[in-house]
Nanobody, 115 residues
Framework: VQLQESGGGSVQSGGSLKLSCAAS?????MAWFRQAPGKEREVVAD?????SSTYTDSVKGRFTISRGPGILYLQMNSLKPEDTAMYYC???????????????WGQGTQVTVSS
């Protein structure tokens, strides 16, 4: 199982970025998390196999999560300095021979928004 994020970078406030996560394996629920320096990792958005999604309140109306076969996206518009963080892709994948899932993580991609 591999998850590889891309698309991070530095933008000015109000700008946009689109993150991608290339995933191998039988992914089920997938999500984007972020972690800013000195803060705990938080979920930004997640998407289930039925296409339903949820967002943390601070990004509603600005970020859009989507997915295709083997890939997860996060379109980020109207970026704010407080969106600055390392962004991680996560995927829940069934454990062979079990009813349980295991959460896998990518290495992260840095997003920096300047005012």
């Amino acid at each position: 199982v591999q998850l590889q994020e891309s698309g991070g970078g530095s933008v000015q406030s109000g700008g946009s970025l689109k993150l991608s996560c290339a995933a191998s394996g039988d992914t089920r629920c997938m999500a984007w998390f972020r972690q800013a320096p000195g803060k705990e990792r938080e979920v930004v958005a997640d998407m289930r196999m039925d296409g339903s999604s949820t967002y943390t309140d601070s990004v509603k109306g600005r970020f859009t999560i989507s997915r295709g076969p083997g890939i997860l996206y996060l379109q980020m518009n109207s970026l704010k300095p407080e969106d600055t963080a390392m962004y991680y892709c996560a995927a829940d994948i069934p454990i062979a021979g079990s009813v349980y899932m295991k959460r896998h993580w990518g290495q992260g991609t840095q997003v920096t928004v300047s005012s």
